[in-house]
């Protein structure tokens, strides 16, 4: 197969592709931009829940397709429309200061809620009212890695397909059900209905230690984090089965959502496998 020549700056796919990084444009065309070999990698090869191939287009450098020669050889031999470009252009359309060389334009990948509680998930991670992309794309790569069932985005919730969230996931948004856009009432209702116990984490809560030395985080369990600043407001609190907070033993003020949200989710998967 015959290497492309060098696309041009002025050509209308590189303007198409460099919109991408403005949300307004994203949801009109339902694509976003998927940057890195991590990333595209995972891309590669995934179908959107209505079953498209997710990756529809492929910009590499020459260095970075000899580098990533399965990644580029993956997508050619899928049909997906492939072009090298220099490195000016790859920076037009990355939004990072150092461009790793592969940017993948992919489809839409979120899933119908609805289809999240038909599956009866046991673990779920609801981001209500979390504002910064970069701690989005960190806890759906902590509820990736905990092995959960979903992520749900309240609509008062960030953009999932802001770039900051998309390189922070380091290719989660390939790998489990991903709601977007729904109501936290909703959200809850929902899940409650489908046997999820409903747990807001929060400051103020009960504490986790003591939840799982009395054998009561076993069930399936949907834990909702708040915002970076102010964490849950108290109307959020109050739909909860249960408040529950991560305890703090040493003199720190407080821990970052990303990473109490990996405590509280990694303390169910350990609950949910063992029973304790």
């Not at 959020?236 to 529950?244: F, G, Q, W």
Request: aromatic share 4%; charged share 20%.
């Amino acid at each position: 197969m015959a290497a492309p020549e060098l696309i041009s700056p002025r050509s209308p796919r590189v303007g198409a592709a460099r919109r991408l990084a403005r949300r307004n444009f994203r949801g009109k065309e339902r694509l976003f931009l998927a940057e890195g070999p991590q990333a595209v990698r995972e891309a590669t090869g995934h179908r959107t829940p209505a079953g498209e191939p997710t990756l529809t287009e492929l910009f590499a450098t020459p260095e970075a397709a000899e580098r990533y020669p399965d990644i580029v050889g993956a997508a050619r031999t899928a049909g997906v429309p492939f072009h090298l470009a220099d490195e000016t252009v790859i920076a037009e359309i990355s939004t990072t200061v150092t461009p790793q060389g592969l940017v993948g334009v992919c489809r839409f990948v979120d899933s119908p809620f609805e289809d999240i509680v038909a599956a009866r998930p046991r673990l779920v991670a609801v981001l209500a009212h979390v504002r910064d992309p970069g701690n989005a794309g960190t806890v759906l790569r902590c509820a990736d890695a905990a092995g959960a069932d979903a992520v749900v985005l309240t609509d008062a919730s960030v953009d999932l397909y802001n770039p900051k969230a998309v390189r922070a996931s380091v290719g989660s948004h390939f790998h489990l059900p991903v709601a977007v856009g729904v109501p936290v009432e909703r959200a809850v209702r929902e899940l409650r209905g489908a046997g999820v116990r409903v747990v807001a984490a929060d400051g103020a809560g009960d504490d986790l230690d003591t939840e799982l030395d009395a054998g009561t985080m076993g069930g399936p369990t949907a834990w909702v984090f708040g915002n970076e600043a102010w964490g849950l407001p108290e109307e959020t609190r109050a739909l909860a089965d249960a408040v529950i907070r991560v305890p703090i033993h040493g003199k720190a003020e407080s821990l970052n959502l990303a990473t109490a949200a990996a405590v509280c989710l990694y303390a169910s998967a350990r609950a949910q496998r063992t029973g304790v």
